[in-house]
């Protein structure tokens, strides 16, 4: 990977804790009790649709937030970013330049509405954010 990050001890608990913690926020976040109705009538499925599959679905979100976990430790490893607001800083970056902008196509080119961005990215930036000020601290 380079010198800037060769040798970059890496905390697989506090990964494997937060990554199960993301997995939990998003289940709160597409639940009734939040933003699961708005998802699912934006997106034109039933909340049973929504359900379908739900054990491969967990797994691999668990996966996802496992690799984002490992790449924003290195990255705020990298970055000597120390303390929660390091971390944070460092988390609000990765969503602001790789999950904002990326996603912003749903909008612009497949014409989803800004709303459906607006709920799907919330859960990304404060997930993403979180995590940044856990790793930033849990060394």
Same mark, same amino acid.
């Given at each position: 990977?380079?010198?800037?990050?060769?040798?970059?001890?890496?905390?697989?608990?506090?990964?494997?804790?937060?990554?199960?913690?993301?997995?939990?926020?998003?289940?709160?976040?597409?639940?009734?009790?939040?933003?699961?109705?708005?998802?699912?009538?934006?997106?034109?499925?039933?909340?049973?649709?929504?359900?379908?599959?739900?054990?491969?679905?967990?797994?691999?979100? $668990?996966? *996802?937030?496992?690799?984002? +976990?490992? =790449? !924003? %430790? #290195?990255?705020?490893?990298?970055?000597?970013?120390?303390?929660?607001?390091?971390?944070?800083?460092?988390?609000?970056?990765?969503?602001?330049?790789?999950?904002?902008?990326?996603?912003?196509?749903?909008?612009?080119?497949?014409?989803?509405?800004?709303?459906?961005?607006?709920?799907?990215?919330?859960?990304? $930036?404060? *997930?993403?954010?979180?995590? +940044?000020? =856990? !790793? %930033? #601290?849990?060394?």
């Amino acid at each position: 990977m380079g010198d800037a990050v060769e040798g970059l001890a890496i905390n697989w608990l506090a990964i494997i804790v937060l990554a199960i913690g993301r997995n939990a926020l998003g289940a709160l976040w597409f639940s009734p009790i939040l933003f699961g109705a708005a998802y699912c009538r934006m997106n034109g499925i039933s909340p049973q649709r929504m359900g379908e599959g739900m054990p491969w679905a967990i797994a691999g979100e $668990l996966v *996802g937030n496992l690799i984002a +976990g490992t =790449v !924003l %430790a #290195v990255a705020i490893k990298a970055a000597h970013a120390a303390g929660f607001m390091g971390g944070v800083q460092i988390g609000a970056m990765a969503w602001l330049g790789f999950v904002a902008t990326t996603s912003m196509a749903d909008v612009t080119w497949a014409k989803r509405p800004f709303a459906l961005w607006l709920v799907n990215n919330g859960v990304h $930036l404060i *997930g993403l954010t979180l995590m +940044g000020a =856990v !790793l %930033a #601290v849990w060394r």
